[in-house]
């Protein structure tokens, strides 16, 4: 079955770095496109990042542009996010996400995704 497992979560201070990964298993890695997701304390859940399965294209919120990178190493089965200059309202747990297709579709209702990790908790504070 398909398994998710994110890590590198932690304390960061504002303006700070952290690197996130997501392990997958159970389905063709490659093959699919991937997402990064979060949910503030008390807030709904927010679609943060995506990569086509082949990495040439990726996406980002408003929120993260130009802070945060995604990638991926279908080699290793692996996605990550690199996150550079934390905000505290970047606190949050956040999610690896397996995409329904190759590419990353945006509807009027979100991102599809249909298999996502237990989390991965990132807290920004001084």
């Known amino acids: 079955q398909v398994q998710l497992v994110e890590s590198g979560g932690g304390l960061a201070q504002p303006g700070g770095s952290l690197r996130l990964s997501c392990a997958a298993s159970?389905?063709?890695?490659?093959?699919?496109?991937m997402s990064w997701a979060r949910q503030a304390p008390g807030k709904g859940l927010e679609w943060v990042s995506g990569?086509?399965?082949?990495?040439?294209?990726?996406y980002y919120a408003d929120s993260v542009k130009g802070r945060f990178t995604i990638s991926r190493d279908n080699a290793k089965n692996t996605l990550y996010l690199q996150m550079n200059s934390l905000k505290p309202e970047d606190t949050a747990l956040y999610y690896c996400?397996?995409?329904?297709?190759?590419?990353?579709?945006?509807?009027?209702?979100?991102?599809?995704?249909?298999?996502w990790g237990q989390g991965t908790l990132v807290t920004v504070s001084s």
């Open positions: 996400a397996k995409g329904a297709g190759p590419i990353v579709v945006f509807t009027t209702t979100g991102v599809p995704l249909d298999a």
């Open positions: 990569i086509y399965d082949d990495g040439n294209d990726t």
């Open positions: 159970g389905f063709t890695f490659s093959s699919y496109a």
